[in-house]
């Protein structure tokens, strides 16, 4: 094609004109600064330190006060943060260049000898950090110079830039851990657009601006985290005008927010797919007809509109949209609400109904047992209830045992596993799919040690997500774990329900703020009132 | 008064015995419950390396005895120890949340006993009067709803329509007013229904009758003669419910994001933390015990034929 200068140059100047008018109409211009923001949420951190807390109450907080050497946006690309440049130098090194003149909240120098001693602090302390395993095979930090710093891994790691930019990554004054010692899991000292000021246990824990922040400085004067474990209380504490945000709102008044002019309701498509869990190697789920039978038993749709109203999407593989190496597994078209389908499916693998409609093969039910917990995951309880209904419609009969989310969680992680079924979610916290299909899908990650509770075992697949895992090519990993969800769509060891969405409902006054799709952040350091 | 003293340092005594039992029984439910502290405070990532390292490290591959030895041992030089999940010493977590528990008690025994008492003594009086009908309406009222419910009812009237509360936390007096009240609901109604009837009963009795035939005024005769003699029962129930309230007090927490012990303990429970839950739950049983010993001993002064001899 030919580029004829002339033709380019109007649209040039009208993409030029219309860039200068949007950066006079950007919020930055109409933003105001100061103010208090009031965020009310349903429970207390653990702790404000990731080396203490690895759950979304710390994490929320922390992610305001300390900063990785990577940021992940909400669109989940990598951008630099207090590293400005690296290089893969090795298929165990990467080297960082860091940002210079950014200081820590209690004023001394951030520097490769501070991030040497956050990894140390979190990967060879005793104990380790809570989060040092979530992290892959890191190994440590190397000094080169000031600001500049070599992260090693004990084996070649493809998804070690996502690593570091965990959450739980973010950079700690050194100077400050020492003189806090265990303290400094209530008081944190990093980077970040805020600073901490107070924790008072179970009532808030407050942040103030960074006067003095590298980038560009925050325009809330202070954040207030208040706990409100009531989803009623929270509500109305919205509507009085007690808080500005509510993390997790009451779903069924979301239609209702919408609506007001007064409230905004913030969404973004989170990273944790909710499903059923079937046990590959208890028959008759080793039979693969089986299983499709059951996932064509399931009506998605009936249960995204009935029980979770919106606030959830379907879940359209074993990965999240979004999450690196995601390919979408089309279980519409795979696996479509079937009833005939589903019959046809178990009839070929030699189940019949019997007298009372449950099928039968040689005299035996086709009974199958489910462990399920109930309010670990949004409508957890309820989905379970609905499936179970659901495949009582094509002659299978399920028997659930309800444990509490503590016991359950043991006897998930434990071996063997005496049931068929089982309810439980998995969040691809690090936005890689590495820490998803490796732990849940290899052959020889089987519990106790390894999270593959469905006991799946494809050796081609074993290959693939073992190459991607040990490539630093991202292309080559995207394209390994595409055939990787290819293969394991045909045989599937879940039933897909749904993909959880992170909704946070504010008044309309908070201005410049997104929902991020990892859980355990909360971005605030943009986020301006308008009042 | 020496024979109440010697009476009180005996029962204090033999609560020791009382608090072993009980950081026996807390160790032991907890170790029987199935569920891992370590495995879930670090998350369904973390692998199990990572699992029985951290185990090790804070002692829990250890035996049950042996830990209960530990345990004991710590607690007899003064020590009740870092909770699992946060690593914060159990004293400062309870710093933070006794007093909360301690000031919401105190709140909603005064409140029940304020208003209990004499809505019961005035049933009695007057029963099967129209305001005998409306406090037995009200009891019922009182005792049937759950506080979850009569706690958001009170949010929406007074937080929500007339904006004169604040919906939940912990600070000033106003903080204070919608939580006491929920929480003290309950016990008004059972005050004041265990009050009329034995005020009621006191009242048929020939002391009474004697009372008002020699001329004393009716209020003095209720007062003096009626409410006094029938306060034994009440007070039993005060010191009950003063047990009751403290620990019954989850609910009344949650719902008005009160930062009391009773959520402390549930969280306890659900992270498998032993130790927190532990310290929480001596707190508990100690208060037991004195409101227990304070019961006792008010006995005496309300009824000098109690003697605390022997």
Redesign the interface.
């Known amino acids: 094609m030919k580029r004829g200068g002339t033709r380019l140059a109007t649209p040039l100047a009208l993409l030029a004109a219309a860039l200068a008018l949007g950066a006079l109409a950007t919020p930055a211009a109409a933003q105001k600064r100061g103010g208090t923001l009031t965020i009310v949420r349903p429970t207390d951190p ?2 404000l330190d990731p080396h ?1 807390e ?2 979304a109450p710390g994490a929320w907080v922390y992610s305001n006060i300390l900063e990785s050497l990577i940021a992940i946006d909400e669109k989940l690309a990598l951008h630099p943060k207090l590293a400005t440049s690296w290089d893969v130098i090795s298929p165990t090194r990467v080297r960082f260049k860091l940002r210079p003149g950014v200081r820590f909240h209690d004023g001394t120098p951030f520097d490769a000898a501070a991030v040497k001693f956050t990894l140390d602090r979190a990967l060879k302390g ?3 950090g ?1 989060w ?3 992290a892959g095979p890191l190994a440590g930090a190397e000094v080169v110079d000031d600001l500049t710093v070599d992260v090693v891994t004990s084996e070649p790691f493809g998804p070690i830039l996502r690593s570091l930019a965990l959450v739980y990554a973010g950079i700690v004054s050194p100077t400050a851990v020492v003189k806090a010692g ?1 303290d400094f ?2 008081a944190p000292v990093g980077t970040g657009p805020f600073k901490f000021v107070e924790w ?5 824990v407050i942040l103030e601006r960074f006067a003095d922040y590298w980038g560009d400085k925050a325009p809330l004067d202070r954040v207030v985290f ?5 989803e ?2 929270r509500m ?2 919205l ?2 005008g ?1 808080a500005d945000m509510v993390l997790f709102p009451s779903p069924i008044q979301l239609a209702a927010l919408r609506r007001d002019p007064k409230f905004a309701v913030h969404e973004a498509t989170g990273l944790r797919v909710v499903f059923v869990g079937m046990h590959a190697k208890q028959p008759p789920l080793d039979d693969v007809r089986v299983r499709s039978a059951l996932l064509h038993a399931v009506d998605l749709k009936a249960i995204l509109a009935n029980i979770l109203e919106g606030a959830a999407l379907p879940a359209r593989g074993v990965l999240a949209p979004g999450v690196f190496g995601f390919k979408d597994m089309r279980l519409d078209q795979l696996y479509p609400f079937d009833r005939g389908r589903a019959k046809a499916l178990l009839a070929q693998a030699g189940w019949n109904p019997g007298p009372d409609g449950v099928m039968q093969k040689g005299g035996q039910r086709l009974t199958l047992t489910w462990l399920a917990a109930r309010g670990r995951y949004p409508k957890d309880g309820e989905i379970t209830e609905a499936v179970q209904a659901m495949l009582r419609d094509v002659g299978v009969e399920a028997k659930v045992e309800w ?5 359950a ?3 998930f ?1 434990g071996d063997p596993l005496s049931f068929h079924l089982f309810t439980l979610g ?1 969040v691809t ?1 690090s936005t890689d799919a590495d ?1 998803s299909l490796y ?1 849940l899908f290899h052959s020889r990650q089987l519990p ?4 593959n509770t469905s006991r799946y075992a494809n050796a081609r697949v074993d290959t693939l997500v073992e190459q991607a895992r040990r490539s630093l090519n991202q292309g080559e990993r995207e394209r390994l774990y595409g055939e990787a969800q290819d293969l394991l769509a045909k045989e599937m060891v879940w039933i897909p329900i749904y993909n959880t969405m992170e909704i946070v409902a504010t008044r309309a006054s908070v201005k410049g703020f997104g929902v991020h799709p990892v859980e355990y952040f909360l971005p605030l350091g943009k986020v301006w009132l308008d009042r | 008064m020496a024979g109440s003293l010697t009476f009180a340092l005996r029962r204090l005594l033999l609560a020791v015995p009382v608090l072993l039992g009980v950081v026996f029984i807390v160790m032991l439910t907890l170790e029987l ?4 502290a370590v ?12 699992v029985d ?2 185990r090790e ?2 002692g829990l591959d250890k035996p049950l005895l042996v830990r209960y030895a530990q345990y004991v041992g710590q607690l007899a030089r003064g020590d009740l120890g870092r909770s699992i ?4 010493p159990v004293v400062d ?1 309870l710093a ?2 006794w007093p909360a528990t301690l000031e919401l008690t105190v709140a909603a025994l005064l409140i029940a006993a304020l208003v209990g008492v004499p809505a019961g003594v005035v049933s009695a009086v007057r029963p099967n009067s129209s305001f005998d009908a409306l406090a037995r309406l009200g009891s019922l009222f009182g005792l049937s709803m759950p506080v ?1 419910w009569t ?2 009812v009170l ?2 009237l007074f ?2 329509w007339l ?1 004169w509360l ?5 600070g000033s007096l106003a903080h204070l007013v919608l939580p006491a009240v929920a929480l003290a609901l309950p016990s008004i109604a059972m005050l004041a229904r265990l009050t009329r009837s034995s005020v009621l009963e006191v009242l048929h009795e020939d002391y009474v009758r004697t009372a008002r035939a020699k001329g004393l005024q009716e209020l003095a005769v209720v007062v003096k003669h009626g409410l006094r003699n029938a306060l034994l029962p009440i007070v039993t129930l005060v010191g009950i419910q003063a047990g009751q309230l403290m620990g019954g007090a989850v609910l009344t927490e ?4 009160w ?2 012990l009773g ?2 303990m549930v969280k306890a429970i ?3 933390d032993y130790v927190l839950l532990q310290g929480a739950v001596l707190v508990f049983a100690l208060a037991f015990v004195l409101v227990n010993l304070l019961v006792d001993l008010s006995y005496g002064l309300l009824d000098p034929r109690i003697s605390r001899q022997g």
Request: overall charge positive; cysteine-free.
């Open positions: 653990v702790s203490y690895t759950t005793t104990p380790p809570r040092a395993s979530l265990p899991s209530r008072k246990t179970n009532t808030h208040r706990v409100l474990p009531e009623g209380a109305i504490a509507q009085t007690d444990r509490e989310w503590a016991s969680f043991t006897q992680r998995w916290s820490s732990p106790p040690g390894g999270r | 419950v199935p569920g891992d495995a879930m405070m670090l998350g369904e990532h973390a692998t199990k390396e990572a390292r951290l490290h804070l999940i946060q690593n914060r977590e933070d949340t979850f706690g958001l949010i929406v937080s929500l904006p604040p919906v939940g936390g912990r949650t719902v008005f994001a930062p009391g959520r402390l659900f992270a498998r």
